[in-house]
C-alpha cells in the first residue's frame, strides 16, 4: 500500500445507503444463456389453473424457440463511429428505430412460424403461423418498423406478439457487443438505456450486493437499469402519488413495509393515473418480468376499472386487439 492512510469514518445510516447505491451496479445486461428457458418456465409455471393457461404455454414455446435461436445468432457489433455518436449526443446505441437489422432476424420469425404452425392449438393458430413463414421480406421489414416505431395504425394485431418475439431475439443477442460498464446511463430514465424501447415491468433485487434495489427491464432487449423506489417510472412523481395495488388485498400496500404482499404489485401513481408492475424478488426468487406481467392480467382489469392506465405495452400481447 503506499499513499497516506485514510481516517477512519463513521458513516451514519444515511451515508452508508448511498455509499452502498453508488457501488451497485446502474446496467444489467440480460443472462443471454437462460433468459428465455427462464421466462419459459416461469409461464409454465403461472399456467397452471390460469384463465388463460393455453396462451401462457403457447409462449411458453415460443420463448423455447427464442432460446434455442438467440444460441447461433451474433449480430454485427455496432461501429465505432456509431458508439461514438451516442455516446456524444446521450443516445442509446442500440436505438431500436435506427439500428440496421440483420436479416437473420427473418429467419428467427420463421422458425416461429413452423413452431406455431404445428403447435396443437387452435386452428387460428396454426393459420397464423403459415402466413408468418411465407411472408415476404418486405412485409416483414415493415412491420418491424411499425412495431419499433410504436406506430399502432400499421401494426398487424394477431402477427405482432410473434415477431416482436423474433425482434426480442436479434437485440438480446445484439446486447453481447456491451458489458454493463460500457453502458451510459441517459438522462431520460423512462426507457432502455441500450436500445430506448420502454420498460415491460420493474424487478426489486433480493440477493446480494443488489438487495432492495429496483431495476427497470427492458421489454425488448431484456437490460436492466436503476430506477429508485417509490417513484413513477412513468413521470417521476414520488411520495404520496405513489402507491401499490395487488389482487388479494383491493387496498394499497406500501412498497417496504408489506414484505408478507405478493411478489407481482402494481405501482400505480396518481400524479398521472398510470401504472407499472412491480415484482419482488425477496418474495419469490423466479420472478420474471415478461412472464408475470403476462400472467397478472387480472391485476391489468382491477386498475381499468378504477380510471389507471399501462404505462407501456407488453411485448407478447397486444391489448385492445383481436
Ligand atoms: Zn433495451
Ligand atoms: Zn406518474
Same mark, same amino acid.
Given at each position: @500500500?503506499?499513499?497516506?492512510? @485514510?481516517?477512519?469514518? +463513521?458513516?451514519?445510516?444515511?451515508?452508508?445507503?448511498?455509499?452502498?447505491?453508488?457501488?451497485?451496479?446502474?446496467?444489467?445486461?440480460?443472462?443471454?444463456?437462460?433468459?428465455?428457458?427462464?421466462?419459459?418456465?416461469?409461464?409454465?409455471?403461472?399456467?397452471?389453473? $390460469?384463465?388463460?393457461?393455453?396462451?401462457?404455454?403457447?409462449?411458453?414455446?415460443?420463448?423455447?424457440?427464442?432460446?434455442?435461436?438467440? =444460441?447461433?445468432?451474433?449480430?454485427?457489433?455496432?461501429?465505432?463511429?456509431?458508439?461514438?455518436?451516442?455516446? *456524444?449526443?446521450? @443516445?442509446?446505441?442500440? &436505438?431500436?428505430?435506427? %439500428?440496421?437489422?440483420?436479416?437473420? %432476424?427473418?429467419?428467427?420469425?420463421?422458425? +416461429?412460424?413452423?413452431?406455431?404452425? #404445428?403447435?396443437?392449438?387452435?386452428?387460428?393458430?396454426?393459420?397464423?403461423?403459415?402466413?408468418?413463414? !411465407?411472408?415476404?421480406?418486405? %412485409?416483414?421489414?415493415?412491420?418491424?418498423?411499425?412495431?419499433?416505431?410504436?406506430?399502432?395504425? /400499421?401494426?398487424?394485431?394477431?402477427?405482432?406478439?410473434?415477431? @416482436?418475439?423474433?425482434?426480442?431475439? &436479434?437485440?438480446?443477442? #445484439?446486447? =453481447?457487443?456491451?458489458?454493463?460498464? !460500457?453502458? #451510459?446511463?441517459?438522462?431520460?430514465?423512462?426507457?432502455?438505456?441500450?436500445?430506448?424501447?420502454?420498460?415491460?415491468?420493474?424487478?426489486?433485487?433480493?440477493?446480494?450486493?443488489?438487495?432492495?434495489?429496483?431495476?427497470?427491464?427492458?421489454?425488448?432487449? /431484456?437490460?436492466?437499469?436503476?430506477?429508485?423506489?417509490?417513484?413513477?417510472? $412513468?413521470?417521476?412523481? =414520488?411520495? *404520496?402519488?405513489?402507491?401499490?395495488?395487488?389482487?388479494?388485498?383491493?387496498?394499497?400496500?406500501?412498497?417496504?413495509?408489506?414484505?408478507?404482499?405478493?411478489?407481482?404489485?402494481?405501482?400505480?401513481?396518481?400524479?398521472?393515473?398510470?401504472?407499472? *408492475?412491480?415484482?419482488?424478488?425477496?418474495?419469490?426468487?423466479?420472478?420474471?418480468?415478461?412472464? !408475470?406481467?403476462?400472467? #397478472? &392480467?387480472?391485476?391489468?382489469?382491477?386498475?381499468?376499472?378504477?380510471?389507471? $392506465?399501462?404505462?407501456?405495452?407488453?411485448?407478447?400481447?397486444?391489448?385492445?386487439? =383481436?
Amino acid at each position: @500500500m503506499t499513499g497516506p492512510a @485514510m481516517p477512519q469514518r +463513521i458513516l451514519e445510516p444515511g451515508q452508508i445507503e448511498s455509499a452502498g447505491q453508488r457501488s451497485t451496479p446502474r446496467v444489467r445486461l440480460p443472462a443471454r444463456e437462460r433468459l428465455f428457458t427462464r421466462r419459459a418456465e416461469r409461464l409454465r409455471e403461472r399456467a397452471q389453473g $390460469h384463465a388463460l393457461a393455453d396462451y401462457l404455454r403457447l409462449l411458453a414455446m415460443v420463448c423455447d424457440v427464442q432460446q434455442q435461436a438467440l =444460441g447461433g445468432f451474433t449480430p454485427a457489433p455496432p461501429s465505432a463511429d456509431r458508439l461514438a455518436r451516442a455516446r *456524444k449526443h446521450a @443516445m442509446p446505441p442500440l &436505438l431500436a428505430t435506427d %439500428w440496421p437489422r440483420d436479416p437473420h %432476424w427473418r429467419g428467427v420469425v420463421h422458425a +416461429i412460424a413452423v413452431a406455431l404452425a #404445428s403447435a396443437r392449438a387452435p386452428a387460428a393458430v396454426g393459420a397464423l403461423g403459415a402466413r408468418l413463414r !411465407d411472408a415476404p421480406e418486405a %412485409w416483414l421489414e415493415a412491420q418491424a418498423d411499425a412495431l419499433l416505431g410504436v406506430r399502432e395504425d /400499421a401494426i398487424d394485431v394477431a402477427a405482432a406478439p410473434f415477431l @416482436m418475439a423474433a425482434l426480442q431475439v &436479434l437485440f438480446v443477442a #445484439s446486447t =453481447g457487443a456491451f458489458t454493463a460498464a !460500457d453502458v #451510459s446511463p441517459l438522462d431520460v430514465r423512462t426507457v432502455c438505456p441500450l436500445c430506448g424501447s420502454a420498460p415491460v415491468a420493474s424487478v426489486v433485487a433480493g440477493q446480494g450486493a443488489q438487495a432492495g434495489q429496483r431495476f427497470l427491464h427492458c421489454a425488448l432487449c /431484456a437490460t436492466e437499469w436503476h430506477r429508485v423506489r417509490v417513484q413513477c417510472t $412513468h413521470c417521476g412523481a =414520488g411520495g *404520496k402519488d405513489v402507491a401499490y395495488r395487488t389482487l388479494a388485498r383491493g387496498d394499497a400496500v406500501d412498497d417496504v413495509a408489506a414484505a408478507d404482499a405478493e411478489a407481482v404489485r402494481a405501482e400505480t401513481c396518481d400524479a398521472c393515473r398510470s401504472y407499472r *408492475k412491480i415484482l419482488y424478488e425477496e418474495r419469490d426468487t423466479a420472478v420474471e418480468p415478461v412472464a !408475470d406481467d403476462l400472467a #397478472s &392480467l387480472a391485476l391489468d382489469l382491477l386498475l381499468a376499472e378504477e380510471g389507471y $392506465h399501462r404505462a407501456s405495452g407488453n411485448p407478447l400481447l397486444r391489448q385492445g386487439g =383481436g
